[in-house]
């Protein structure tokens, strides 16, 4: 027998929004607002709720600029809000054309940021995404070719910017939405975009959905039913790869071991490499670009150092460990930048700030250097350091292989010159004469990372 279908309405609202969403009395809810037969619904019914549960509603209305009509849907929302009242508020945004990833995704990036803005610690913003919205992703995932954690699509809720992000609506069909607003005798803004088939999600929507469902009645609700089924497993896969994870990851907990990577099944190698690099906010890599990874686990290049890139990301091993890293900027090998210690300096290209702090009988002798010009320089091969207490001199090269310095690294430390005498190794080592006496005062550098580019 089938299982009968839930009507919408606030009391059925209501459940979701204490079961699975976890609703506290006091909790602030943040609504994305389109104006859209969807979000007036939810926002309506969140309404007819909010006082007696004691919960406080606030809308937020994205305006793109992508349609003449934005304006007067803005102004509409408006309308609603006072009516209803609910605080308003409108982002305005203005996207650039040429967006690489398409206006739509563009549009999408651009929304979600601007939302995580209002969303401040112990709030909650509720989206009006439903089961049909569910089902259509699914078959979008299926046919970009995503694995299990592509195909649990859209999550009831899950952490976003100080808060959480909810889709209270996964379980209510478009179709229970559209019969709850009319009957409630609600006004809506009709996007005529939404039926433009040149966009993909519009396409399945407005063609191949109506298709299934002339054969299969019930298509939308079991294509989310196989995305709920899919999450399950996606966090059955989160689960085994976090236990593989501790296993693997060494001290430098960015860092993975190849020796006990190279241990695992390649199922369970590849389920730990996805999960890793999306525990490091990357996008995740497709699956030849995964296998690359692997076979430089099994088979290491003669210099023990190779490196996979994908937009994004790119993973590199050196000698015996695995690093994922965002793509390094470029840089110039010739950079010379005139340095006063007594500021911080950033070092264009690197992704470093050079600092120096003041301490008594350590790093730099403030003496020796104030006599002469200090500046900052990359490598350029055959530099030399005499470490103090040491004799003789040694090459730079080899110093950075004995530290284990990874090859990417070593062309992007700053190094201190003194007129033209290499003083210091960014914060590595001090070289003779500039290291300061145990009773003179010293200025020890520290290295800072910052945003790629710089």
Known sequence: M????????????????????????????????????DSHALLHALVRLRDAQGFSVHAIHVDHGLQPESGAWARHCREVCRQLHVPFTIEKIKLLRGSP???????????????????????????AHHQDDQAETLLLQLLRGSGVHGMAAMPLVTPFSNGRLGRPLLGFSRQHLT?????????????????DTRHTRNFLRQEIMPQLRTRWPEAGRVLARAAHNAADAA???????ALDLEVCRETDATNLSIKA??????????????????????????????????????????????????????????????QVMAPLPRFDAQLCLPWNPDHALVIPGTGYRLEAVTTPGAGLSQERIAAGQVSVRLRQGGEACRLPG??????????LQ?????????????????DDELAAVADRWVCEPFAAAPDEPGLVLRLRGVAAGK
Do not use: C
């Open 261 to 322: 990577l190279a241990r695992l099944p390649d199922v369970r190698l590849r389920n730990l490499l996805r999960y890793w690099i999306g525990r490091a906010d990357m996008q995740a890599p497709s699956r030849r670009r995964l296998q690359e990874i692997i076979g430089y686990i099994h088979r290491p290049t003669r210099s023990r150092q190779a490196v996979v890139s994908w937009p994004g990301a790119e993973v590199r091993r050196y000698r015996d460990s695995l």
């Open 179 to 195: 019969d709850y607003a009319r009957s409630e005798g609600l006004s809506w803004i009709d996007d005529r975009s939404n039926r």
């Open 402 to 418: 004995q530290s284990g310095t990874p090859p990417w690294q070593r062309q992007r430390l700053p190094l201190v010159y003194v």
């Open 235 to 241: 966090a059955l896969l989160d689960e085994s790869a």
């Open 101 to 127: 990833d398409g206006m739509e995704a563009a549009a999408r990036r651009t929304r979600y940021e601007r939302l995580a803005g209002h969303v401040g610690a112990g709030e909650l913003l509720l989206t």
């Open 2 to 37: 089938r299982k009968p279908e839930i009507v919408f309405s606030p009391g059925a609202l209501s459940k979701v929004l204490h079961a699975g969403l976890g609703l506290q009395p006091g909790t602030r809810l943040k609504v994305a607002y389109s104006g859209g037969i």
């Open 390 to 399: 040491r004799a003789h001199r040694q090459k730079l090269k080899k110093l």
